[in-house]
């Protein structure tokens, strides 16, 4: 069979555009002149199918719930059998040359069975190390029966993929360590797609001597914000007098209920917690915009958030907890670290930042902006593109 090496099938089980891997990856190859197909979940104000031009998006009507494993795993088989479908069916349609599975999960690339047959080649985009992932979720460790499941169906994944791209050199490294060929593996940092951002609003209007932090994207529990809301107002209880604080929390997610009740139940004074919710794009920039800096107070040492990228982007300085995968990239004059799920030291510095503001704010967005300048889309889209040119599967790092 005669397969188009400038047509690609993407898969996402997410929505587009609002799910903005997906919607960066899909702009990166139309603008390179790519014919792509899209199968992704449906909004419910949006069509089933939709053809934009060089796009055509073909839309799956299942609601996606984030906090129920159980419901997750369903949402996951449900989404499978839909794949199992349509996957081989639009490959004999359009007769893509790649098609691109991003998870979770993994074993989704198995709906493309009849195309790697066939002779197609077959991306898998891991976006998490989804063993750790559970592992935080079910706070067990990896001998657990359930984590070895999820092991082994990592490894038969990995296997069947013709390539895999992977978000980070130290995410390349602990697959290998799992005996997953690294020489499939292309490494495309998870940052963001700059030209989402490029919209002219104006900064959110801010109180006077009022300190503005952010966080936005997904609200999880292993974003460790319960442990922010704590060092607020272990901050507020010893900086008398405490200058006047909001934290905005952008975003939707399964644990924000349990948030806005700890929230409640600290009972601040000076410190304001807003719930924003799900926002615009160009409401997200106006408050990234007036934000004086982002908090990253993440639990998982593996995690390397496209969030924190978008602050580097805006040049907005940053405090975050010290894990593996940032500090890789980032060093000590860029961000300002503290340590993971430690209260005190998450207070000490919000304090210190709060404290002297304006030197810290033009000494960290200067490095982070200069660090984020070696790893930006720019860059990235090179590596991601490269995935679809070449034939040798070289291990970008």
């Known amino acids: 069979m005669k397969l188009d090496p ?23 190859l139309l603008e390179a002149g790519f014919e792509v197909e899209l ?3 449906k909004e419910p ?6 053809h934009n031009d060089h796009l055509r998006i073909f839309r799956v009507p299942l609601e996606h719930r984030r906090g129920n494993l159980w419901r ?21 349609v359009s007769k893509p040359k790649s098609i691109e599975i991003d998870t979770m999960p993994n074993f989704l690339v198995f709906s493309a069975l009849l195309p790697r047959l066939l002779g197609a080649r077959v991306v898998l985009y891991m976006f998490e190390l989804i063993p750790e992932t559970y592992c935080e979720k079910l706070k067990v460790g990896m001998s657990h029966p359930i984590v070895r499941m999820i092991r082994l169906e990592e490894k038969l994944s990995a ?8 978000y980070h050199e130290l995410m390349a490294e ?26 002219e609003v104006p900064a959110e209007p801010r109180d006077a001597g009022k300190v503005y932090f952010i966080h936005h994207g997904l609200v999880a529990e292993h974003y460790g914000l319960q442990y922010l809301l704590q060092a607020l107002k272990t901050l507020e209880d010893q900086l008398k007098p405490c200058s006047p604080i ?25 410190v304001q917690v807003v719930f924003w919710g799900y926002v615009s794009d160009e409401k997200l920039v106006a408050l990234l915009r007036r934000a004086d800096a982002g908090v990253l107070p993440l639990l998982s040492n593996i995690l390397s958030p496209n969030k924190l990228f978008d602050f580097a982007y805006f040049r907005k300085p940053v405090l975050c907890s010290r894990v593996d995968a940032i500090a890789y990239h980032f060093p000590e004059e860029a961000i300002l670290y503290f340590a993971k799920g430690d209260i005190a030291d998450i207070a000490a510095k919000l304090q210190a930042f709060i404290l002297n503001k304006d030197d810290l704010s033009n000494s960290l967005s200067a490095n982070i902006a200069k660090t984020y300048e070696k790893i930006s889309w720019r860059s990235q889209k090179t590596r991601y593109l490269s995935i679809y040119a070449d034939e040798r599967n070289p291990l970008h790092g």
């Open 6 to 28: 400038k047509h690609i099938l993407v898969v996402r089980r997410d929505a587009y555009p609002q799910e903005t891997h997906v919607l960066r990856n899909v702009t990166t």
């Open 246 to 270: 909001q934290l905005d929390i952008v975003g939707k997610g399964e644990y924000i209920p349990q948030l806005e009740t700890l929230a409640e139940r600290l009972k601040f004074h000076t």
């Open 39 to 41: 199968i992704c979940l």
């Open 159 to 166: 296997m069947f993929a013709s390539r895999i791209v992977v």
């Open 45 to 50: 104000d949006q069509p089933y199918i939709e």
């Open 174 to 199: 602990a697959l290998g360590k799992r005996g997953i060929d690294v020489g499939k593996m292309h490494v495309v940092y998870n940052v963001p797609l700059e030209d989402r951002y490029s919209i």
């Open 72 to 92: 997750t795993f369903v949402e996951y088989w449900i989404f499978f059998f839909v794949l199992a479908f349509l996957v081989p069916l639009r490959f004999l």
